[in-house]
């Protein structure tokens, strides 16, 4: 099964240093669970200062600037791996360097027919 982890934390907290040593971290991370076939994307987001948010309300498109909601932790990257159950998901989550500082949700990827292939 496919889980998406999304990275949450506070964007401005963290210094340039220990971002820094969490893409170092990161990218080892990427390494290891590649080697195990569980790897299969991830990306840091740019801050949410860039972010456009679109909605379409009565057939007319609504663009804004900034992310979609005003949260205490921003989404700023994922992970998306195959995993066999939730637990091993979990595991890996927790390896994430961003945890020690925020969140990282885990959503099981919906299977949806029809979509094209990797």
């Avoid at 506070?10 to 390494?31: M, S």
């Avoid at 989404?75 to 066999?84: H, K, S, T, V």
């Avoid at 989550?93 to 990827?109: D, K, L, Q």
Wanted: aromatic share 6%; glycine share 6%.
């Amino acid at each position: 099964m496919r889980y998406l982890l999304l990275i949450y934390t506070d964007e401005k907290a963290l210094t340039a240093a220990t971002c820094e040593q969490c893409y170092v971290e990161t990218t080892q991370l990427a390494r290891e669970i590649k080697e195990k076939g569980q790897y299969l994307a991830s990306a840091p987001l740019q801050p949410t200062s860039t972010a456009t948010s679109v909605r379409v309300q009565d057939g007319k498109r609504l663009i804004t600037d900034g992310p979609f909601a005003e949260t205490r932790e921003q989404l700023g990257g994922y992970f998306l791996i195959e995993a066999p159950n939730v637990d091993e998901a979990i595991a890996i989550a927790e390896r994430i360097p961003v945890a020690r500082y925020g969140t990282i949700e885990i959503r099981p990827v919906l299977e949806i027919d029809g979509l094209p292939a990797d």
